[in-house]
């Protein structure tokens, strides 16, 4: 079996050989989160069963990440967007963790040219590459409680993608000329209806969701809450934000400024 790094090329040893070599690659993972698919999300959830002292203490932990509505699925096995990874790999990390070990990372435009396994990011958020479907590069992730765990078109958000480092990759494809150091990553700011990346907002009463939940409700939880935007970008001629405590695209029509 060969292994390649992140610059494509095939030394005696690697970073990535190890996990490899113990079964963990990045055909392995895609398979398993294709068997995961329509598991519901709750944030901090590992995939694991959702007792109602599970859920009271998640909530109590983490307060309005969690939703209210999320107690409908006590009895349920859950999961949150970066331990759909780690139950696969076996080493438990968050989003900025697993971006942080990566040697190297990718803007997203350049998907087409990574190995399937590939991780797919942006910051608060983190999902797999399963390659391409009549020509559109796809991704696997638990992609939050409107949603759950679900298949969907890149970029959606995405800004970077990188190699996970707990899993070998088998017949890896050459990384891109251009890379950024991890420590360089962020959501890039938009500038629409006064409304940016960083900036604090609500969302207003008889919202809908945007991006592929578009028409949705938003939840009567959420509503008014203060929240972080993402990133901006327009979907189908809307302008819409990223929302990142949710994990969510909301019109910005349907956001108010709480900065």
């Not at 962020?186 to 969701?209: C, D, L, N, R």
């Not at 990133?231 to 001629?237: I, Y």
């Amino acid at each position: 079996m060969q292994v390649k790094d992140i610059a494509g090329v095939t030394p005696a040893a690697t970073q990535a050989s190890a996990p490899a070599a113990q079964g963990k690659t990045n055909i392995g993972l895609v398979e398993y989160v294709k068997s995961k698919l329509g598991v519901p999300y709750l944030y901090g959830a590992k995939m694991e069963m959702i007792t109602q002292a599970k859920y009271n203490t998640l909530k109590k932990t983490y307060g309005t990440m969690v939703w209210v509505s999320d107690a409908s699925k006590v009895g349920k096995v859950c999961c949150d967007c970066s331990g759909l990874i780690s139950a696969y790999t076996g080493k438990a990390r968050s989003s900025t963790e697993y971006r942080n070990a990566a040697k190297e990372a990718f803007a997203i435009g350049t998907v087409a040219t990574a190995p399937v396994g590939a991780l797919v990011w942006v910051k608060g958020h983190i999902g797999v590459y399963v390659g391409m479907e009549n020509g559109t590069p796809m991704y696997i992730a638990e992609d939050g409680s409107a949603v759950g765990c679900r298949k969907a078109k890149l970029p959606n958000g995405f800004t970077h993608w990188f190699l996970c480092t707990d899993i070998g990759y088998i017949s890896g494809a050459a990384a891109p000329a251009t890379s950024v150091a991890p420590a360089a990553l962020a959501a890039p700011a938009g500038k629409k209806h006064g409304i940016a990346a960083g900036h604090k907002v609500k969302v207003k009463s008889g919202a809908t969701y945007g991006g592929s939940a578009r028409g949705k409700a938003v939840p009567d939880s959420v509503i008014g809450r203060r929240m972080t935007v993402g990133r901006v970008e327009t979907h189908g001629g809307v302008d819409e934000a990223l929302l990142s405590e949710i994990n969510s695209w909301v019109p910005v029509d349907k956001l108010e400024s709480d900065d």
